[in-house]
């Protein structure tokens, strides 16, 4: 048995078997390889594109698919060990868990972290408890990482580009009136790194860098192909000669849970939007976003509308990239 918690957990061969495969599935969608299986989909935080996929690709594949939202039509979930349980949660997950196990041959989660202290967030309590508990396989729905979204963006970059080896990649912060996840961008900067690509990190400041663990494992990853990780404050050289620019914005980790302080920090970059004059600079160069995305804030109509865009391409590779993964685990 094996989770999919984080692609750092796989090879770059195996994550590729996964995409090939992901690419036969996109011609014939309809499949019954998975027949008379089904998975639990956990989801503690909205979803759209999330969860369309997953129900959808499980049934494209016969599966069948069960929706839970624990605190509204499921029981509220405690995951402290040794926790007294006078509150709010009816059970734990090591119940919760181990049930499900008894019920599904797979289980899937989406938990975001609480935006309060970083050093306690960054344990992803949720489906680390999950995996240590549940005797099915576990997959990330996006937690700290959005590691299916690093899959579906790689699809469609390979089905632009070709091989990605060598070509530069762009991760560029944008504003955003609030502090967001970084998982996304915790999982481009990865799979850019995996596969190939000379990566930059562009943001405002260096308190916007993301977590070491992903910044070190991205750099590893560089070195180990020959490539270079970059990181950057300047939006022009960043941007010049760029093969993909890959939009995301994210809270500075410093300042979780003090949005009082990062607000004027942030309020001071508006400037980092996506636009024409930036992709000028790119010979090129493609863009994508995970969605979703503020139109004028993360960056312009132009831009996301254009031939260049490759942001719906992605989020349809959600679907294949998934059952692909499905396949993978179950079959």
């Not at 549940?134 to 970059?157: D, S, Y």
């Not at 050289?237 to 920090?265: C, M, Q, T």
């Not at 992605?314 to 294949?320: K, P, S």
Request: glycine share 6%; charged share 25%.
């Amino acid at each position: 048995m094996r989770h999919f918690l984080s692609t750092l957990d796989y090879s770059r061969a195996e994550l590729q078997q996964i995409l090939d495969d992901a690419k036969t599935l996109k011609k014939h969608p309809q499949s019954s390889a998975l027949a008379g299986k089904s998975i639990a989909l956990l989801f503690f935080n909205p979803s759209l594109r999330t969860r369309t996929t997953f129900e959808l690709g499980a049934h494209q594949l016969g599966m069948k698919a069960i929706v839970l939202e624990p605190g509204k039509s499921a029981w509220p979930i405690e995951f402290d060990d040794g926790a007294v349980m006078t509150g709010e949660p009816e059970e734990h997950v090591r119940e919760v868990a181990r049930v499900l196990s008894r019920y599904v041959d797979a289980i899937a989660v989406r938990a975001f972290p609480k935006f309060v202290d970083w050093n306690e967030d960054r344990k992803d309590k949720v489906i680390a408890a999950f995996a240590r508990f549940a005797t099915v396989p576990v997959i990330n729905m996006e937690t700290i990482t959005h590691p299916c979204q690093e899959l579906a963006l790689l699809l469609a970059l390979q089905e632009r580009l070709g091989p990605t080896d060598g070509k530069k990649f762009v991760l560029t912060w944008t504003y955003h009136p609030k502090p967001l996840n970084t998982a996304v961008a915790n999982s481009g900067l990865i799979i850019a790194a995996k596969f190939g690509f000379d990566v930059t990190l562009l943001c405002p400041t260096k308190d916007y860098l993301l977590d070491e663990r992903y910044m070190s494992a991205a750099s590893t990853l560089c070195k180990n192909q020959g490539r270079i990780l970059t990181i950057s404050h300047d939006i022009e050289s960043a941007y010049r000669g760029a093969d993909v620019v890959y939009a995301k914005s994210w809270g500075a980790l410093p300042f979780f849970g003090r949005w009082p302080e990062e607000k004027p920090i942030r309020d001071a970059h508006q400037h980092f939007i996506v636009d024409e004059k930036k992709m000028d600079l790119t010979p090129h160069g493609l863009f994508s976003h995970c969605l979703p995305v503020r139109r004028g804030v993360k960056v312009t109509d132009g831009v996301l509308d254009s031939p260049r865009s490759l942001a719906i391409d992605e989020a349809e590779n959600r679907l294949h990239v998934q059952k692909a993964l499905l396949k993978t685990l179950l079959s």
